[in-house]
């Protein structure tokens, strides 16, 4: 017979060193939320140097083949070990695939060093939100989540600045080196700060579980990134790469059922609120990825801007987000209500897109940038939000798992919605250009990734016939986007109001008694007896 031995509640921190141990996790935060932004500017310097070009692709795609593996490893390894070894085991293996990459003398080493750098990476985002719930209450989570929501805002601003001028006046390299100062400072911090985890007993890992899960990943990610650039989405690869992910999942889930501690509880599905959370965040990856990936171009090709000019002017996206993610999150602490937020953002956004849809050659800057700060304001509702729904709903065991859920499917939408949206996209620019250009030429001429420099030398006419073709096929894609964000906003009425937990951390008795207590608009989870409890 086996007994029950329950895990000591780890002692209230105050808002000091709650801050205190904040300021490392921001820095951790902020390394993950760069790499994505800072080295989009060197690719071109790094091709001109090391050549490779059929392999640019990939020196993003092992990078987020690897970081979307390991998220919910990471997340499960966070709950049975604790997150203070788990988050700095990341940060140093992150570093180290920082400082690899700078070392790079040829592409495929860039591309594997990438992959390590990805490993760490994809434990960054997980653990750091993961710790938040280790060390504050639900009820004021939402003004930290709105923080983190604010870091990526500031990342996404500084990283292309940061990323040109250090390309243009030192070297490329130096955009991965750069992350080492900020990675061993924060990891000082948190080494100093952060509290160690509860402790846990006899610890069995899912080894089949993450393998299997591991693979369906790889072959959708692969799916989602080649089929319908580099491979046609009928070809033999694509099928087999879409029956090893259907039939690695079948058996994943059958592994799941029988493991002692799975890697992703299937007890989870059964939640609402992390149900809802997966599948919103998996549709704002989507639209966010699939449809903000070509604003940039559209300004460029369309508008006739400068990379630069093209930068500064998205910049209201990310004020948008920066400014409403952090209200929300104040708001969600002080009211405790949060389901307004994910409803309101989706609709924000559904309406952003469609309006992003009638944009032409004729649309002004200024009106563009209203736009882009509208769509911002809805995607800063949303994000940092259903991290808060989802770790107020799960047991306090299953919170690093279902953490790393969350984030784990708004990169798989986000995969999905570049590759679905390009795809569109390429196939309407084809028909558009077949309509629109002048006697005497036609679509095949011209490439789809035609650059701007390419695109001023064109005929005056061409270029025109080019730009008008370039808008419409952008409409269709933002149209599809709307659409699809309309779904979001369904799922997202959906969202449970649960009260927002006092402690960090419910007792046993609590948890015993939750199921008795519940409302019809309550959703609650059963007893926190799972084998890490029992010996």
Not at 145 to 163: C, K, N, S, T
Not at 459 to 485: D, H, I, K, M, N
Request: charged fraction near 10%; proline fraction near 5%; glycine fraction near 10%.
């Amino acid at each position: 017979m086996s007994a029950v031995s329950l895990t000591e509640e780890p002692a209230p921190l105050s808002q000091r060193q709650i801050l205190v141990v904040f300021t490392g996790l921001m820095l951790v935060l902020l390394l993950a939320a760069l790499d994505s932004t800072i080295v989009g500017t060197a690719l071109p310097t790094i091709v001109g140097e090391m050549g490779g070009i059929t392999g640019l692709a990939w020196v993003a795609t092992a990078y987020l083949l690897a970081q979307t593996v390991v998220t919910p490893l990471y997340g499960k390894l966070g709950d049975l070990y604790g997150r203070k070894g788990v988050v700095q085991f990341a940060v140093v293996l992150f570093l180290i695939g920082s400082a690899l990459c700078g070392m790079s003398r040829s592409m495929t080493q860039l591309i594997i060093f990438r992959a390590i750098q990805g490993l760490g990476g994809g434990g960054l985002m997980v653990t750091t939100q993961a710790v938040v719930g280790d060390i504050v209450p639900p009820r004021d989570r939402g003004r930290y989540q709105g923080m983190f929501g604010a870091v990526f805002g500031v990342a996404a601003v500084l990283g292309p600045l940061v990323g040109g001028w250090l390309t243009k006046n030192w070297s490329w390299r130096w955009i991965f080196y750069v992350n080492l100062p900020f990675g061993l400072l924060a990891l000082v911090v948190l080494a100093l700060t952060l509290p160690p985890g509860n402790k846990r007993i006899k610890h069995t890992i899912d080894y089949a579980g993450a393998v299997l899960f591991a693979t369906a990943l790889c072959a959708l990610v692969l799916v989602s990134d080649l089929a319908g650039t580099t491979l046609a989405w009928n070809s033999p690869v694509v099928f087999g790469l879409l029956a090893l992910a259907g039939g690695a999942l079948l058996a994943f889930i059958q592994v799941e059922k029988r493991a002692v501690e799975p890697l992703i509880p299937l007890r989870l599905f059964a939640d609402r609120s992390f149900c809802v959370a997966i599948t919103v965040g998996a549709i704002v990856g989507f639209t966010l990825f699939g449809t903000v990936t070509y604003l940039p171009v559209f300004l460029q090709i369309v508008k006739g801007s400068t990379p630069t000019a093209s930068g500064i002017q998205i910049l209201p996206l990310m004020g948008g987000i920066l400014t409403t993610s952090i209200i929300s999150g104040q708001v969600v602490s002080r009211t405790g209500r949060y389901k307004m937020f994910p409803v309101l953002g989706t609709a924000i956004m559904t309406i952003a897109l469609f309006l992003l849809s009638q944009m032409t050659q004729a649309t002004s800057v200024g009106t563009a940038s209203l736009i882009f700060l509208f769509l911002g304001f809805g995607l800063g509702m949303v994000i940092q939000v259903l991290v808060v729904a989802t770790q107020n709903s799960v047991p306090y065991r299953d919170l690093g798992v279902a953490t790393s859920g969350t984030i784990l499917f708004r990169l798989m939408g986000g995969s999905l919605g570049t590759a679905v949206l390009g795809t569109i996209f390429a196939d309407r620019l084809h028909t558009n250009l077949e309509r629109v250009l002048p006697a005497g030429m036609s679509a095949e001429q011209f490439s789809t990734n035609l650059t701007p420099e390419m695109f001023q030398q064109l005929p005056e006419a061409a270029r025109t016939a080019y730009a008008q073709a370039f808008s419409a096929s952008f409409s269709t894609v933002f149209v599809v986007g709307a659409a699809v964000a309309v779904f979001g906003w369904l799922i997202s009425c959906m969202l449970p109001q649960l009260p927002l937990r006092q402690k960090v951390q419910t007792t046993l008795s609590e948890e015993i008694a939750a199921p008795f207590e519940s409302s019809d608009n309550t959703v609650t989870a059963g007893p926190q007896l799972g084998p890490e409890s029992t010996s």
